[in-house]
Structures are given as structure tokens and as C-alpha cells.
């Protein structure tokens, strides 16, 4: 079974509608991240949260939320969609790292999201 | 199709040859470098990592070269198989941060 997995593959929706994105991961890690992935871009942070009461907004949290409900569930919403919220989309998670810096990142499958 | 791909540099090598991707990145304070591969319709995957206080790391089949001089890095795939194609990208952070910069990506295209 896969250790991050997300929910749904591929959505399509209509601008205005809101949309909630869920990662689930078996790891036990503490870290659980979502990122946007668009053509020609390198991947790009929305939300990350270190523990079930930290959530931090990355670079570009404009037009989403998140929630973690437990330490295994990092789910993502969109309150009201727009085109161009048009992306790959991947959680990700990490666990602390003994030797400082930075640690692996383990990404999910990702979720095709296409807002018309 | 994917639409992660398109616009991407693209490396085509010969079954077997060997392939080297490279990386420019972006922080001079960076000191923990990754390398992902992404196949189609597939999460990034790990392949290898290195911090700044070496500067070869190997593995099975691939090598990681870290040039801090120039802030560059590169993968090494020896004898490149079919299995090989795919999107690879770097990505590299900085300590006490939890912020990950990536790169792009190179599409990597192995000929039969």
C-alpha cells in the first residue's frame, strides 16, 4: 500500500465551487505539506504543518486553506475555485531530521485539479 | 497526457549510455540538495540527496556531483534504461528552514 495517499486523482469543477483536497499518509511523520505543481514550474508550497496544531502558509496560500485533523490527514481546500487554480497538486510529508537541515520529502500521487 | 512536461528541457541518450542532468540552484546557504524523478501521472520520487559538506555521493546506478563553487549539481545515471525516462528536478534548502526550492526539471528520454 502507498505511504502518502491522495484523494481525489482527478477532479473537474466549476469556477466558484468549493473543492477540499485529502492526503493521507501511514509514515508517521510529524510534516505533511501541499504543493501546486504547473507546467514549466518547479513545484511550489501552498500550506505546511509540523505538528496537528501548526499550520503555516507558504508562497502562495492565496485562494486555499488547509486542516489537519490528525497527524496522518493534511487535507486542502479551495473555498471558492478559479481557473487559474488549474494544477497538479501534491502533499507531501517529512519527518524531523536528526542531522538538521533538511530532511527527505515523501510526495503522494497528486490530484488533477481542472477549474473551468 | 501530462501536462507537467511540456516547456521542459529535454535529454535524449541511448539505452545504455550514461546521462548526466544538470542544476543550477539558486541559494548559496543552501546545504541539503535532493534529487527527484517523476514519472506520468506519478508523485516526484526520491532518487538521492547530499549535504553541502560532500561532494560525490553514489548510489545504485546514479552519482550526485556538488560544485558549491559555481552552486551547481548534477546526476549521473550509469548504463540509462528504458525505466529511466522521466522528468528529474533538484531541489535544495537551507538549515532550520522548512522551505524546499525546486527546480524545473529536465525531461530525461532514453532511445531504444
Known amino acids: 500500500d502507498a505511504d502518502v495517499t491522495q484523494t481525489p486523482r482527478n477532479r473537474i469543477t466549476k469556477t466558484g465551487k468549493r473543492i477540499m483536497l485529502e492526503c493521507s499518509q501511514t509514515k508517521g511523520h510529524d510534516r505533511m505539506y501541499w504543493y501546486r505543481q504547473d507546467p514549466g514550474l518547479g513545484l511550489r508550497l501552498i500550506y505546511y504543518?509540523?505538528?496537528?496544531?501548526?499550520?503555516n502558509k507558504g508562497e502562495i496560500s492565496d485562494g486555499y486553506s488547509v486542516s489537519r485533523q490528525a497527524q496522518a490527514k493534511f487535507s486542502l481546500s479551495l473555498e471558492s475555485a478559479i481557473p487559474n487554480q488549474t494544477a497538479l497538486y501534491f502533499c507531501?510529508?517529512?519527518?524531523?531530521?536528526?542531522?538538521?537541515?533538511?530532511?527527505?520529502?515523501?510526495f503522494g500521487p497528486g490530484t488533477r485539479l481542472t477549474v473551468l | 497526457g501530462e501536462s507537467v512536461g511540456l516547456h521542459l528541457p529535454t535529454l535524449s541518450v541511448q539505452e545504455g549510455d550514461n546521462s548526466i542532468i544538470n542544476c543550477a540552484y539558486s541559494?548559496?546557504?543552501?546545504?541539503?540538495f535532493i534529487w527527484y524523478k517523476q514519472e506520468s501521472g506519478k508523485g516526484p520520487q526520491f532518487i538521492i540527496d547530499?549535504?553541502?559538506?560532500?561532494d560525490k555521493r553514489q548510489g545504485q546506478r546514479v552519482t550526485v556531483l556538488l560544485n558549491k563553487t559555481v552552486k551547481h549539481l548534477s546526476l549521473q545515471i550509469a548504463a540509462t534504461q528504458p525505466g529511466d525516462s522521466a522528468v528529474y528536478f533538484c531541489?535544495?534548502?537551507?538549515?532550520?528552514?522548512?522551505?524546499?526550492?525546486f527546480g524545473t526539471g529536465t525531461r530525461l528520454k532514453v532511445l531504444a
Open positions: 541559494n548559496s546557504a543552501s546545504d541539503y
Open positions: 504543518s509540523f505538528d496537528v496544531k501548526d499550520i
Open positions: 507531501a510529508t517529512s519527518d524531523f531530521s536528526i542531522a538538521g537541515g533538511g530532511d527527505e520529502q515523501f
Open positions: 531541489a535544495e534548502t537551507r538549515p532550520g528552514t522548512y522551505k524546499y526550492i
Open positions: 547530499i549535504r553541502s559538506n560532500m
